[in-house]
């Protein structure tokens, strides 16, 4: 009798379905020890596995092991295996002789990228993926045309924060209740943290992400009724008191295997066709969901597993102590401050402040790309390298040379202070760039293209912002200001 092998991201129905004999988890303790990860995202993962574990009973042998290998190894009988999620895992499980099945859990069929892929000679505009796929999918489609006349309401979807607002004001998000296995997993972790065994980062706290597929449904629900109408306008904007704005949180369970994401953009679809939420808010939420998150899972097939080594800006530094550790008392930068406060809080911030954030002060300060991904893959409750390495190598961090994204995403403090509240209570002033109040942001900006350059005068969408550098009588100020700070804390 052949055994299903599932892996710890494999846990929704659609990993089992066809499948009538027995099934195996394995719960490799090598996993927590290899990386210092945030602690919510262990107890996430080992409650989701746990109560999967218990729902399927005695159908799954439910292994507790040091190494995946040594489970695996025992077994008698063939082991199948949906295929996994990263270069690694699919290493592992054709050297141990698993017959692997096809990718679940994800909208567009791998071989469906690869022939569009061929033919755009290199240049893989996820636009023209997305609607590729909404057609494919039939997804705010009529007869062939986009659903509310257009195909991107992006330009509706920009806003900063309602003037003067503390909060968007919408419902708050569906939250789990934790349980016997969560306290189990609490137990576990802390026995293993004081026998030195494993150690984390960020803060334990309640578990706020779905850990079984009724939990996840129920926040799919939650959002889709309460949250998706909103969910558009504001999407890029950053309140402090307001961590969630109208975001769906559902990342985690998607990529816990947990939900489907054609069921979950069927879902938002059905609320506007019903009226409950308008075109902009549910476009731009299927683009997140069927086009974003999709095609990010198959740049990274696509681009091959030494991807994650590309460094075209030759990044060689070093992530600061108070970075990794996620210490938000460390710095003065109001907004550094908060955004790491918050990762150790809940191991999850919207994309906002990952990108223009986190990700754009390591690309301004010249952080190894590997270490980036590394910090990102660990500190993050939805981190997995499948996502992780494009998001940083192409999206974030420009190391591709420019393959994912045509121009990098960094800014000055004057994007901040337009997209959040942060600078108001700032000691820094993102209109100053020299001096005792100079914005970390805005000085690293500049500081970064005239690092840059030469690379980018060539980028049409980068010349003009190289050009700016001419007019800065303080360049030669700010240039030395920024080496001197380098690293420290600002
Ligand atoms: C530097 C950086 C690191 C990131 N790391 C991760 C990560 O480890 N795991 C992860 O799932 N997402 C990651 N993202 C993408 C995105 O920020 C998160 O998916 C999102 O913030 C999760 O919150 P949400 O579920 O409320 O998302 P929503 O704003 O509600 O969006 C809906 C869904 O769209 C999908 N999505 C949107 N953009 C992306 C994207 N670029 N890549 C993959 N999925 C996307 C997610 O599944 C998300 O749940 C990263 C983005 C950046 C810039
Ligand atoms: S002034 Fe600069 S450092 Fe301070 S919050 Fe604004 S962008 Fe961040």
Redesign the pocket.
């Known amino acids: 009798m052949t055994t299903r092998w599932l892996f710890g991201d494999q846990l929704g129905p659609h990993f089992v379905d066809d499948h009538r004999g027995p099934l195996l988890m394995v719960e490799a303790r090598s996993v927590f020890r290899r990386r210092r990860f945030h602690r919510a995202k262990a107890h996430l993962v080992l409650s989701a596995m746990r109560h999967r574990a218990a729902q399927l009973g005695d159908r799954l042998a439910y292994v507790k092991a040091d190494t995946y290998g040594e489970a695996v190894r025992d077994l008698d009988g063939d082991v199948e295996v949906v295929h996994p999620t990263s270069y690694a895992a699919l290493g592992l499980v054709e050297r141990l002789g698993c017959r692997v099945l096809p990718p679940r859990g994800f909208a567009t069929p791998r071989e469906d990228f690869e022939r569009w892929a061929d033919g755009r000679r290199g240049k893989l505009l996820m636009e023209d993926f997305y609607r590729r796929a909404r057609l494919a999918h039939g997804v705010l489609v009529d007869g062939g045309d986009p659903a509310g006349g257009q195909w991107n309401f992006d330009h509706d979807n920009r806003e900063p924060p309602p003037k003067g607002a503390t909060t968007l004001g919408v419902s708050d998000p569906w939250w789990p209740t934790e349980d016997d296995i969560d306290a189990e997993v609490r137990e576990d972790l802390d026995r293993w943290e004081r026998d030195g065994d494993v150690q984390f980062i960020g803060r334990d706290g309640d578990r706020r992400f779905p850990a079984t597929r009724r939990e996840a449904l129920a926040a799919l629900d939650h959002f889709v009724e309460h949250r998706l109408p909103e969910f558009g306008a504001h999407e890029d904007a950053i309140l402090e008191g307001d961590p969630w704005m109208a975001?769906?949180?559902?990342?985690a369970p998607?990529?816990l295997g947990l939900l489907d994401p054609l069921e979950v953009a069927e879902r938002a679809e059905e609320a506007y066709r019903s009226g409950a939420a308008p075109i902009a808010s549910v476009e731009g939420?299927v683009r997140?969901?069927i086009g974003?998150?999709d095609y990010?899972w198959h740049v990274y097939w696509h681009m091959g597993d030494g991807y994650r080594r590309e460094n075209g800006l030759r990044a060689t530094g070093r992530i600061p102590q108070w970075f990794a550790e996620l210490d938000g008392d460390a710095t003065d930068a109001r907004c550094l401050s908060h955004t790491l406060d918050q990762v150790a809080t809940y191991g999850w911030v919207?994309?906002i402040p990952?990108?223009m954030l986190l990700?754009s002060y390591a690309l301004q300060r010249g952080w190894a790309p590997t270490q980036v991904t590394d910090w990102?893959h660990r500190a993050?409750v939805?981190?997995?390298d499948w996502?992780?390495v494009p998001?940083?190598v192409g999206?974030?961090q420009h190391a591709d040379g420019g393959r994912m994204m045509t121009k990098p995403y960094t800014s000055g403090g004057a994007y901040i202070n337009t997209m959040s509240d942060h600078c108001g209570s700032c000691r820094f002033d993102p209109k100053v760039r020299v001096g005792e109040n100079a914005c970390p942001f805005s000085a690293g900006y500049w500081w970064f293209l005239d690092r840059h350059r030469e690379t980018f005068e060539a980028n049409h969408r980068m010349s003009r912002a190289v050009r700016g550098l001419d007019r800065l009588k303080d360049l030669a100020e700010l240039v030395e200001q920024e080496d001197r700070r380098g690293n420290r804390a600002p």
Not at 247 to 251: K, N, P, V
Request: aromatic share 18%.
């Open positions: 975001h769906s949180l559902i990342s998607m990529n939420f997140q969901v974003w998150r990010v919207h994309h990952r990108l990700g990102f993050f939805d981190g997995y996502v992780m998001n940083i999206m974030s």
